[in-house]
């Protein structure tokens, strides 16, 4: 059974910072593309970082400079590290695993809601 399990989420202050934590279990994770998305409220789901799994990471504008996507291959575990956080980061954040010959093969957890608000 895949598991897709994110964690860290919660309320932070604008300009504060927190991590994400998203641990897979019941995939061969080192064979896995990894992202975070984020969703929020009457919003499109949109990509927020993701990495390969060469360790290549790509950004959403809105968040570089600000956001670090990240992989343990040996814990089976992606973080994303937010910092600088603004109200407009508030979302439901998601993470996402893609098979690297198979993107038919995906899966995504069940989602941390990160809230920004003083």
């Known amino acids: 059974q895949v598991q897709l399990v994110e964690s860290g989420g919660g309320l932070v202050q604008p300009g504060g910072s927190l991590r994400l934590s998203c641990a897979a279990s019941g995939i061969n994770f080192s064979i896995y593309n990894m992202a975070w998305y984020r969703q929020a409220p009457e919003k499109s789901r949109e990509l927020v970082a993701d990495i390969s799994i060469s360790g290549s990471t790509n950004c959403a504008d809105s968040v570089k400079g600000r956001f670090t996507i990240s992989r343990d291959n040996a814990k089976n575990t992606v973080y994303l590290q937010m910092n600088s956080l603004k109200p407009e980061d508030t979302a439901v954040y998601y993470c996402?695993?893609?098979?690297?010959?198979?993107?038919?093969?995906?899966?995504w957890g069940r989602g941390t809601q990160v809230t920004v608000s003083s």
């Open positions: 996402n695993a893609v098979h690297i010959y198979r993107a038919r093969t995906n899966f």
